[in-house]
Nanobody
Framework: QVRLVESEAGLVQAGGSLKLSCAAS????????MGWFRQAPGKEREFVAA????????HYVDSVKGRFTISRDNAKKTVYLQMNSLKPEDTAVYYC??????????????????WGQGTQVTVSS
């Protein structure tokens, strides 16, 4: 059974940094593309970043480029999202997710099969 456990919620001031982690179990982690999504109140879930199963390819939504970095440690079966220069508009529940095995990096919510429980990120102004 696939399980994704995300790090605890975080509260940070605008301009600050936060690093999210997502530990996976129940799958051969190194063969799966991983993604991060977020959902703000009253809004649809949106793509944030993804990293290919090999770690050789990444993709970001324009609004976080240059501020967020996705990475993975296959030995620890963990994917990370380093968030710098945070803005109030980054406030949302953040979810990690698993795409099909050996898939290319994708931004589509529908391509991801397994999801973490979500963790709240709050950026105060």
């Amino acid at each position: 059974q696939v399980r994704l456990v995300e790090s605890e919620a975080g509260l940070v001031q605008a301009g600050g940094s936060l690093k999210l982690s997502c530990a996976a179990s129940g799958l051969t982690f190194s063969t799966y593309t991983m993604g991060w999504f977020r959902q703000a109140p009253g809004k649809e879930r949106e793509f944030v970043a993804a990293i290919s199963w090999s770690g050789g390819s990444t993709h970001y939504v324009d609004s976080v480029k240059g501020r967020f970095t996705i990475s993975r440690d296959n030995a620890k079966k963990t994917v990370y999202l380093q968030m710098n220069s945070l803005k109030p508009e980054d406030t949302a529940v953040y979810y990690c997710a698993v795409a099909p095995r050996y898939s290319a990096v994708t931004v589509s919510v529908r391509m991801y099969n397994y999801w973490g429980q979500g963790t709240q990120v709050t950026v105060s102004s």
